[in-house]
């Protein structure tokens, strides 16, 4: 069955380091998602992507988070430089199209943790 | 922000018993899904009501939606150790971004 893979799993970084999530969707499909989980919290989406182009990000911190999806495939979300504030799960996910009547897919995340 | 409230934030059940959790949101909706998210794992889907549809059901989970209250919820039966998770309810709000919007879930406990 096809899912979507993330890595690192985990990740441990000093405060003001730079930081990189990588997530490759569930073929051929076109939408990919990245989203903050807070421990206890929901997901808050952070960027949307429609194939390679960013359709919302009004959540992004964009002074120091960017995100990427260059060929309409895989995605990288970066963050530079880390604050304490940003330890949390990344949660990759995609699905078909982009609205809302679609399942998303999730992969397993990535939990950030900022020393 | 988070558009729905999900209640209780926790519940303790032993196997066997039902459960049942609920969801109110805030602004009118296209659809409803809810989601399941074992400890420290990504979140798996299980099922979505649209708003013109009131009960749904899926192997041991039966939803209903209320749009004139703005609530849903969720109730798992016969329930078994292995539902141990927390679960979301997220919405696709008519006017705005087509994106969804997750409440803060229910940790529900199975008890052997």
């Known amino acids: 069955e096809a899912e979507v893979a993330q890595s690192p799993r985990y990740k441990i970084t000093e405060k003001s380091q730079a930081v990189a999530f990588w997530c490759d969707p569930i073929?051929?499909?076109?939408?990919l998602y990245w989203y903050r989980q807070i421990l206890g919290q929901g997901p808050e989406l952070l960027v949307q992507?429609?194939?390679?182009?960013?359709v919302d990000d009004s959540q992004l911190p964009k002074d120091r988070f960017s995100a990427e999806r260059l060929k309409g495939v895989d995605s990288t979300l970066k963050i530079q430089p880390a604050e304490l504030g940003d330890s949390a799960m990344y949660l990759c996910?995609?699905?078909?199209w982009g609205q809302g009547y679609n399942e998303q897919f999730f992969g397993p995340g990535t939990r950030l943790t900022v020393l | 922000s988070q558009q729905g409230e999900e209640d209780p934030q926790a519940l303790s059940i032993q196997e066997g018993e039902n459960a049942t959790m609920n969801c109110s949101y805030k602004?009118?909706?296209?659809?409803l899904q809810w989601y399941r998210q074992n400890s420290g794992r990504g979140l798996v889907h299980l099922i979505l009501?649209?708003?013109?549809?009131r009960e749904k059901h899926s192997g041991r989970l039966r939803v209903t939606l209320d749009t004139s209250k703005k609530s849903s919820s969720l109730l798992i039966t016969a329930s078994r150790a292995a539902d141990t998770a927390s679960y979301f309810c997220?919405?696709?709000?008519?006017?705005?971004?087509?994106?969804?919007?997750f409440g803060q879930g229910t940790r529900l406990t199975i008890n052997p």
């Open positions: 602004t009118s909706i296209n659809n």
């Open positions: 009501i649209r708003s013109n549809e």
């Open positions: 992507f429609q194939d390679e182009s960013v």
């Open positions: 997220a919405t696709d709000r008519i006017q705005g971004a087509q994106k969804l919007v």
């Open positions: 996910a995609s699905s078909l």
């Open positions: 073929s051929g499909h076109a939408t």
